[in-house]
């Protein structure tokens, strides 16, 4: 059996979800300040693909990185590099499907800090990165890890956008779901399975992790709620 | 060394102004709940910005609307005492003094000193929720000295704690800052907890701050209602002024004030353990019905109607001790009388 599109799907996932970390802790900790108005709108935009079916994510990611669209020719003309169709192309697709799951969870997590831990910090002369680092994150530690295991999982299994910007190529961009999709179009039925079976184990233990979290995090909230 | 403070905020219908000047001293900033006690501390710390205004501490000036000043709370050098202590949960006791040490040559030596002086090098190793509410209150304070701070800001410093140990605490607190040279704002709702550990007194009501004044000051001519209120005292009727008299419409009666009178006066404040049974050939004699007797833990509560009150008239409240009120044949009638220097003219 070729093992392939394990590599390859842990890879993406992996990569995705380290982009994904920074970016939705960015975005949940500046958004929670900005005016309601710009607040509301922003939310709106950032969680859409989160609803949006994954193929309209897809025709909307080649509309941006297309080889014939402003993103994609200008990296062609600079770098002589295609962004479509690469296995790392996949990578966009994965950011920007799993990318609301962390931002939610993440903006629930900072919305749940108490801020006068903050502001003693301040008062303190504790920077504000240090305040960040230290104190903020570990406080919402459970969360942040719940939202990154989430977004993992979704990245893992992310289909429909992934097919679009990537394809199918074997040995090349193909990743899990797009193997058991291609396998079960060649009635390779036992080929299938395998593939199956390997992706529900995946996502087995990644949702146990999910409630490992969640029920630590419920206890500690109990337990102790910090003063 | 001192702290000056003119400010004003808005905070949606809620509007402050707050000016007031404390030099090397304890300086109280006494107000009911949701008068501005604490926003004006955020303040002056830097987490809240004020619309308008000066705040100014040692000569350096933190804030300054006119000159665009507003430095960071990381430069204000503002120790905060916050109610809840805000110890952050994730660090030990002595994680936590450390961080607030500024000069990392000398961070170990002076926490572990800190430590020593607050008695929690036993716990050092602890987190803050497995201390008690004193441990924790010493944590935060060595914590705020840690920082080495130009003056400090306790925010209601025993709100979160029981009688008995607020009564421990306070004596500790004291001491801690008997060695501090700086001004200290010590907000409070309790008049007991102001008289006790602060010499001054700025009174904040509804947002707008009074003149400060000494405690004893408060206690004697508190000036309006509020801070009459505040100082702890029970009984309020409106009055017209009449030369040196005042004269009580609702209870229908005459009071003799002994000095002139400010036209200006339209309350009159007397303070329940002022009112006396009257032995005969006082000036101010009162003659009440009694309207209720309420058993208190050291003494009666004993609510009079003077005998012209009308029914809506407010309840004439005195304390007395339980002695002298069950030796007392007739519970049903009383004449109580008040001298005049007791009576508190307000505005």
């Excluded at chain 1, 394990?6 to 975005?27: D, E, K, M, P, Q």
Aim: glycine share 8%; proline share 6%; hydrophobic share 45%.
């Amino acid at each position: 059996m070729d093992w392939y599109p394990l590599y390859n799907s842990l890879r993406i996932a992996a990569i995705s979800t380290v982009a994904v970390f920074f970016l939705g802790l960015f975005f949940a900790y500046y958004i929670a300040r900005l005016p309601r108005l710009l607040k509301g709108a922003l939310d709106v935009l950032l969680t859409l693909p989160l609803v949006l079916p994954p193929t309209v994510v897809g025709w909307l990611l080649l509309l941006l990185l297309g080889p014939r669209h402003p993103l994609g020719a200008w990296a062609m003309n600079v770098f002589g590099i295609r962004l479509v169709m690469t296995w790392w192309s996949a990578v966009f697709a994965t950011i920007a499907v799993s990318f609301p799951l962390m931002y939610r969870t993440a903006r629930g997590a900072f919305e749940s800090f108490d801020s006068t831990l903050a502001d003693a910090g301040r008062t303190l002369g504790l920077s504000n990165s240090y305040i960040f680092w230290r104190i903020r994150m570990p406080y919402c530690r459970q969360g942040i890890l719940a939202g990154m295991v989430l977004a993992f999982a979704r990245a893992l299994g992310e289909y429909g956008a992934t097919s679009m910007v990537a394809g199918y190529t074997p040995g090349k961009t193909a990743t899990i779901s797009t193997t058991v999709y291609q396998l079960w179009r060649t009635n390779d039925d036992a080929g299938a399975l395998r593939w199956v079976l390997v992706n529900i184990a995946i996502s087995a233990v990644f949702l146990l992790s999910i409630n490992l979290l969640e029920s630590r995090e419920r206890r500690t909230r109990r337990g102790g709620a910090p003063a | 060394m001192s702290l000056i403070v003119d400010i004003q905020k808005q905070l949606g219908d809620f509007s402050l102004q707050a000016a007031f000047q404390a030099e090397t001293e304890l300086l109280a900033l006494l107000g009911a709940s949701g008068c501005g006690k604490s926003v004006t501390l955020k303040c002056i710390a830097g987490i809240l910005k004020p619309d308008a205004g000066h705040i100014e501490l040692d000569g350096r000036v933190l804030f300054d609307s006119a000159a665009r000043v507003c430095l960071p709370p990381q430069q204000r050098n503002v120790g905060y005492l916050f109610q809840q202590y805000a110890l952050f949960p994730n660090m030990t006791v002595r994680q936590n003094v450390a961080v607030a040490v500024r000069d990392r040559s000398r961070r170990d030596a002076e926490t572990e000193e800190l430590l020593r002086r607050f008695r929690l090098s036993d716990t050092a190793d602890k987190r803050p929720r497995q201390l008690s509410g004193g441990q924790q209150q010493r944590a935060a304070l060595a914590r705020i000295l840690a920082s080495r701070p130009a003056a400090i800001l306790l925010d209601e410093p025993f709100s979160a704690l029981d009688s008995y140990l607020k009564y421990q605490l306070e004596l500790e607190l004291l001491d801690t800052l008997e060695h501090f040279t700086g001004p200290v704002l010590w907000v409070t709702h309790d008049r007991g907890e102001a008289w006790r550990n602060c010499r001054r007194v700025c009174v904040l009501d509804g947002g707008r701050s009074e003149p400060v004044v000494s405690m004893e000051e408060l206690f004697r001519a508190p000036g309006t209602e509020s801070a009459a209120r505040l100082s702890g005292c029970k009984n309020y009727v409106t009055i017209r002024p009449d030369g040196d008299r005042i004269t009580v419409p609702d209870w229908n009666l005459s009071l003799s004030c002994g000095r002139p009178v400010p036209p200006d006066a339209v309350r009159a404040g007397i303070c329940s353990h002022h009112v006396r049974m009257a032995a005969g050939g006082e000036i101010n004699q009162i003659p009440c019905t009694v309207a209720r007797v309420i058993d208190d833990v050291f003494g009666k509560i004993v609510l009079l109607r003077p005998v012209g009150a009308g029914p809506d008239a407010p309840l004439l409240r005195m304390e007395l001790s339980k002695e002298l009120w069950n030796a007392r044949p007739d519970t049903r009638s009383l004449t109580v009388t008040v001298a005049p220097e007791h009576i508190l003219l307000l505005k």
